[in-house]
């Protein structure tokens, strides 16, 4: 079995404690000899509306485009989908998948040079055109890439019933050039679609996130992984998030399965760990009752991979009740920082400035106490941090529009505690 | 048949929990060698939860499929039961999460070697620690009689815990308490280390305590202090030599004994001695116990019920040998 699945938590509760929290880190050592055990397909959607004219983002974007197609493995399905009012397949033939190939890779290339920017933005069509398109190859690792430019032009609602009906199908990333698009609308998009949201400022970046994406798609080797968790009567899921490497709450992803058990999807998987957060409200016990509060398994269709135990131990001794789990402490905080730093955007946006440096504040203190250095440097662009430690913070007169939506973007990305501490 | 002393207990319905941990039942019963048979037979394959009482409720690892309330730990409630010879309990207690006592009883016809154990709670991993003590020390006995050597080799058992395993051992190593005694024929020996204690009851008159703590309340009650205020101290119970490796040099303190009367050795833990600190008070709920008509098991068991209803602070590991012979007029030669 190449996938683990390991539980770090601190069992024992206070007599009268409900409240189960664990850290769930999955481990995978990729499938068998790092071959993929589905097929894969890859749908690339350029936003390819007017505006894309501005800054050469264009040229960018099919020089992206391009070196994203010779990312794609040999005899992985793809398709190139041009964005504008409405979905236009750019490549192969309309309604169908090219297998990828030397011959149909340089194919590709040479369509893409036919991308011209005129149009709208239609965001919900293009996903409903990717996802047709993927309900050709069902069971595949299921990847897109969607860049954009601006804000959707749809009506309002469109999108988040597209995103409703599609949901589950394929995995999503999504990244904005410039600075005219929404992190809002993008983020939707991600979270449904188990996918990242990034902003690449600079059109000139814009190739080499397309590349770094499209190696990321090839190196998943499974394509719909599932977190099953079993919780006992009287007990509840509070939530399930993905701590790491970005915080992703999947508690509104349940689907029922089974008595008091329900899957959580997890997307795609090659070689990599990622870390869970798992909180389970429960009876509270009478001392030294012992009760698991949840089985946590890592599974594919019906096939288990792993399991991890998360358990309640009842004691008088506070000794062992009060002791912190650094691994429940440490995602407890990167969530909050994520949470935070979307609140001080948020709050600095409507013009509440007193209500922005609090949150700022204590941002940079929670960023600064986990080492999470990259948060940090972001929010140093946003407020001038006069001392981490205590979330002393001015917030800047002046703030760069991409300065901020990078720290948007990427407030949920997360750090991982040093284990064996 | 089964040897797991876990499913002759109805109330741990712990037929479940050998059958689900997958583990051998020789494993499953620490400190008891396999020439202890235990009555009962599995129940069924899934037995009711205990906690809930769902028919077949139990799930393979242990835990109830509906409540999710562990069903028992095979360490919870063991019992050694050999008939007239010897009997051995150690339970849980009723405010403990897990055993952290063991216990180890051998009987080869007349000859009886028994170990009781008890985990430090401070230490890491003290559940192991008294489980590889009682196994080293009661192998050791197998072998031969020498109980100072099988504390000795005990001891370096437990020692070596602290390098293997969990990196948090070697930060509080796993550590435990240990009172072992041979009979062979009338002449017992005993040697400890740490609280847990040995006594002679014989058949008329007060019990004798043929231990001496290595803790804390007896170094205060030796140096003058007042025994009562001594053992309600908080520190009453800190023990002053134990087996792990932090333990330093041990020299296991030891006793020689014939005897000359009918009688009973008692081994414990502080799990139960606590309750009854005075041997006098310990003998007369023993002698009641053994008086009521049962069996040698029923009056053990009938200890560990004591302690627990008397609230069951600790685990409470109890074990009864009778020993008789009516020669000579009692000699009690203990020296340490």
Not at chain 1, 392 to 406: F, G, S
Not at chain 2, 164 to 192: K, L, M, Q, Y
Request: hydrophobic share 45%; net charge negative.
């Amino acid at each position: 079995m190449p996938y683990t699945a390991e539980a770090f938590q601190n069992e024992f509760l206070a007599l009268g404690a409900s409240e189960v929290n664990a850290i769930v880190t999955v481990t995978s050592s990729g499938a068998e000899g790092g071959r993929r055990t589905a097929g894969a397909t890859e749908i690339i959607i350029v936003d390819a509306s007017g505006s894309m004219q501005a800054e050469g983002r264009i040229s960018a974007a099919r020089q992206a485009a391009k070196t994203a197609v010779e990312c794609i493995d040999d005899g992985v399905n793809f398709a190139i989908i041009a964005g504008v009012s409405t979905a236009q397949q750019l490549f192969p033939a309309p309604g169908q998948l090219a297998v990828s190939s030397p011959q149909t890779r340089a194919d590709a290339i040479r369509s893409i040079d036919r991308l011209q920017a005129s149009g709208g933005t239609a965001m919900g069509a293009w996903l409903l055109l990717a996802a047709q398109l993927f309900a050709l190859r069902p069971g595949d690792i299921a990847h897109a890439i969607l860049l954009t430019d601006g804000d959707n032009g749809e009506r309002v609602g469109y999108l988040e019933q597209v995103l409703a009906s599609i949901a589950g199908k394929f995995a999503c990333d999504c990244r904005g050039v410039g600075v005219n698009w929404k992190v809002s609308e993008l983020r939707k998009i991600a979270e449904a679609m188990l996918g990242t949201v990034d902003i690449v400022a600079k059109p000139a970046d814009l190739a080499a996130a397309f590349e770094q994406m499209m190696t990321k798609a090839m190196g998943k080797t499974s394509a719909d992984v599932q977190l099953k968790i079993w919780t006992p009567v009287n007990s509840t899921v509070r939530f399930v998030k993905q701590v790491e490497p970005e915080v992703m709450d999947l508690t509104g992803k349940r689907v029922e399965d089974g008595p008091r058990a329900a899957r959580y999807p997890l997307g795609s998987w090659g070689a990599e760990s990622r870390d869970y957060h798992v909180c389970i409200d429960v009876t509270a016990g009478a001392a030294g009752d012992e009760m698991l509060a949840a089985r946590v398994s890592v599974v594919e269709g019906d096939t288990v991979h792993s399991q991890a135990l998360v358990r309640a131990v009842w004691t008088e001794d506070t000794a062992l009740s009060t002791r912190i789990n650094r691994q429940v402490a440490h995602y407890t905080g990167q969530a909050e920082l994520a949470e935070t730093i979307q609140a001080g955007i948020e709050a600095r946006k409507a013009g509440d400035d007193r209500t922005a440096t609090i949150k700022f504040g204590r941002a940079a203190q929670l960023a600064h106490a986990s080492g999470n250095k990259a948060t940090e440097e972001l929010l140093a662009t946003v407020v001038d941090i006069e001392d981490a430690a205590t979330g002393t913070v001015r917030l800047r007169r002046k703030v760069e529009a991409a300065d901020e939506m990078a720290l948007d973007t990427r407030s949920t990305k997360t750090v991982r505690v040093g284990r064996g501490q | 048949m089964t040897d797991c002393a876990s499913c002759a207990d109805e109330r741990a319905a712990g037929a479940a929990f050998c059958e689900a941990c997958g583990r051998s039942l020789i494993e499953a019963t620490p400190g008891v060698p396999l020439e202890q048979p235990f009555s009962e037979p599995p129940l069924a394959a899934k037995p009711p939860c205990p906690n809930c009482g769902v028919p077949g409720g139990v799930g393979t690892d242990g835990y109830c499929e509906h409540c999710g309330m562990l069903a028992g730990r095979s360490r919870d409630h063991l019992e050694a039961d050999s008939a007239e010879i010897a009997a051995a309990v150690t339970d849980r207690g009723r405010r403990h999460h897990r055993n952290e006592d063991a216990m180890w009883l051998a009987v080869r016809g007349t000859d009886v070697d028994v170990v009781v154990c008890d985990g430090v709670s401070a230490s890491f991993d003290p559940d192991v620690a008294s489980e590889v003590a009682a196994n080293t020390a009661g192998a050791a006995l197998g072998k031969s009689p020498d109980v100072s050597a099988a504390i000795l080799d005990a001891k370096a058992a437990v020692a070596e815990l602290a390098g293997v395993g969990d990196p948090r051992r070697a930060a509080s190593n796993p550590a435990c308490t240990i009172v072992a005694a041979t009979i062979r024929g009338v002449e017992i020996n005993i040697g400890w280390v740490g609280d847990s204690r040995a006594y002679w009851l014989p058949a008329d008159g007060p019990a004798e305590q043929l231990t001496e703590d290595d803790s804390w309340a007896t170094h205060a009650i030796a140096m003058g202090a007042d025994p009562a205020a001594a053992m309600r101290d908080p520190k009453a119970h800190a023990i002053t030599a134990w087996l792990g490796a932090d333990a330093g040099p041990v020299a296991p303190r030891t006793g020689a004994f014939t005897v000359i009367g009918p009688g009973h050795l008692i081994l414990c833990s502080d799990g139960l001695w606590n309750y009854l600190p005075d041997p006098a008070e310990l003998g007369a709920v023993v002698r009641d116990q053994l008086h009521k008509g049962g069996t040698l098991i029923d009056a053990a068991r009938g200890l560990t019920d004591y302690a627990n209803a008397a609230g069951g602070a600790d685990n409470i590991t109890v074990a009864l040998v009778p020993v008789s012979n009516i020669a000579l007029a009692p000699v009690s030669n203990i020296k340490e």
